[in-house]
């Protein structure tokens, strides 16, 4: 069985494999609208910080293992190498060229919502710290962080309809980590927003039938749903929605929630994201199992699944950098639960 805490040779191993690749440029996936051959660029010219880690998204989580690791573990023995890199790629140009970016015309929907969750969560992460380095970090990236949250507030009014795919796109992931965000900034009119939408979009869900996983899934979309209900309702009112949204739990249905994926060929990048898939089923099923009445029977039907998908996937976090470059941040999360 796996050890569900993480351990400080655990944490030094995450933050190696991320120094890996954070500042690695090549190969990359740029999602880029042109408007004309003068905005051609290479990822670091286009994006100065986050142009590693094969592509934006990833480069940003990358940073909120570093970071993260770096706060768990203090005396972790890359933490030289974490803070260089930090002090390397949180400067003001370098944000003042990311914030550019994202200020032409065809970048209005760059990275949403994934890389704006993440973004946040990133932000949130620094501002856990109590270091004068991560006070700098965060101070730095603040024009940035700016963004995104003001990008949140424009389109959530306008959001009338949930993603729920299992990937990139899914809002309940993205909003789940922007309310981390919120809340622990401080910023109701944020918080506000997720949590009424959140309402909207999910409040009335009941007998779901969780047709997943699809097979470039790494999010299930039912149970990060379930884990964003957790966040926004009340203890006795989740419990109730849950109760509602998965009434047959206890008894182990629907059974694809409770089954890790098979990951049939890890060199191929789609089918590599349900590695991601078992690590973040593993991260929701903790929040929501922790989130129910200790008497609930679905606790430990919930413990147990999230042991089983972790087990299937935590000793795949690296050998191929088609998973290397981003598995290690679900890793992290799985590792600390909701």
């Known amino acids: 069985m796996t050890d569900l805490t993480l351990t400080a040779d655990f944490a030094s191993r995450l933050a190696r494999i991320a120094l890996g690749h954070v500042a690695r440029e090549y ?12 905005e051609l660029g290479t990822p670091r010219a286009l994006h100065p910080i986050f142009y590693g880690s094969f592509d934006w998204h990833s480069c940003v989580h990358g940073h909120w293992l570093l970071a993260t690791a770096l706060r768990l573990v203090p005396d972790l023995p890359e933490a030289a190498d974490v803070r260089a890199r930090f002090d390397e790629g949180f400067t003001s140009e370098a944000v003042a060229g990311e914030v550019a970016y994202l200020a032409r ?4 929907g760059f990275e949403r919502p994934y890389g704006w969750g993440w973004l946040l969560a990133l932000a949130a992460e620094l501002a ?20 995104f949250v003001e990008r949140f507030k424009t389109f959530l009014p306008k959001a009338d309809y949930p993603i729920r795919a299992g990937v990139h796109s ?17 910023d109701a009119e944020l918080a506000g927003l997720i949590e009424a939408k959140a309402v909207a979009w ?27 209900m957790r966040r926004v ?15 047959d739990a206890a008894e182990g249905r629907p059974a694809t ?11 191929d990048g789609k089918i590599a994201h349900l590695d991601g898939l078992n690590l973040s089923r593993a991260w929701c099923w903790r929040g929501i199992g922790a989130g129910l009445a200790e008497h609930d029977p679905v606790r430990a039907v919930a413990g147990r699944a999230a042991t089983a998908h972790l087990n299937a996937s935590l ?20 590792i600390m639960g909701g």
């Open 202 to 228: 999910y409040a009335a869900d009941k007998a779901c039938q969780a047709w997943e996983p699809s097979g470039d899934d790494f999010l299930s979309p039912a149970l990060i749903e379930a884990e964003l």
């Open 233 to 247: 309702l009340g203890a006795e009112a989740f419990r109730n929605w849950f109760a509602d949204f998965l009434p």
């Open 128 to 147: 856990r710290h109590d270091t004068e380095d991560a006070a700098r970090w965060a101070a730095t990236l603040r024009p940035l962080t700016d963004v």
């Open 105 to 108: 015309p065809t970048s209005t």
């Open 170 to 186: 899914n809002t309940a992931f993205a909003l789940t980590l922007a309310l981390d965000y919120a809340r622990g900034a401080g």
């Open 315 to 334: 000793p795949h976090v690296a050998g191929d950098y088609m998973g290397e470059h981003w598995l290690g941040s679900f890793a992290l999360l799985a």
């Open 27 to 38: 190969p990359n996936v740029l999602v880029h609208a042109i408007r004309g051959p003068d």
């Open 257 to 267: 929630l409770f089954t890790p994926a098979r990951v049939s060929d890890r060199t």
